[in-house]
């Protein structure tokens, strides 16, 4: 349990709250491979972690059943399972919330790109090319200049689709 759930939790709060971490909404294994698959030339979508390798569906179902107070079951995901590169939890081995009369109040969404927004082509470019010359006059420690445009702009893309999230 995280210690902000727990402060949160406990008296003088006491307020129902779950965790959910924006890992627990990666694709299956399965529809990361074919992600993947189908995007062989983009080596952002060869492994979870960018945005386009999370269930974004899943995530505003969770999201939309919170918000109503229905019960409501938590998704998990095993980074161990098919040697590290993880597959989701089945689903009858998740965490069900907002059963009986105890509803969740606070949801806790922890995760790197969390609250991240894209940015238009325009300023994703000029930021692009700035990252390639730095990186081309060897004064570069990111990894933004190491991307071809096109890839980028497609994570880029896929982060319109968290602004729901996000927006919740």
Not at 36 to 62: C, F, I, K, Y
Not at 65 to 75: C, D, E, V, W
Not at 120 to 128: F, G, P, S, T, V
């Amino acid at each position: 349990m995280s210690i902000i759930q727990n402060a949160l939790q406990s008296p003088p709060h006491s307020l129902p709250t779950v965790v959910l971490s924006a890992d627990d909404l990666y694709l299956t294994h399965e529809d990361q491979v074919k992600l993947a698959q189908n995007n062989p030339d983009n080596p952002l979508l060869q492994h979870r972690g960018q945005p386009s390798t999370h269930d974004m569906p899943l995530g505003l179902e969770v999201f939309s059943s919170l918000r109503a107070n229905r019960p409501t079951k938590i998704p998990q995901y095993n980074k161990a399972a098919f040697n590290g590169q993880g597959d989701r939890v089945p689903s009858s081995e998740w965490q069900e919330v907002n059963t009986g009369d105890r509803r969740i109040k606070v949801l806790l969404l922890e995760g790197w790109c969390v609250g991240f927004r894209p940015l238009d082509n325009e300023r994703l470019q000029e930021k692009w090319q700035d990252a390639v010359r730095r990186r081309e006059g060897g004064q570069y420690i990111g990894r933004l200049g190491y991307n071809k445009l096109e890839d980028v702009m497609t994570i880029n893309d896929a982060l319109r689709g968290y602004d729901k999230i996000t927006e919740y």
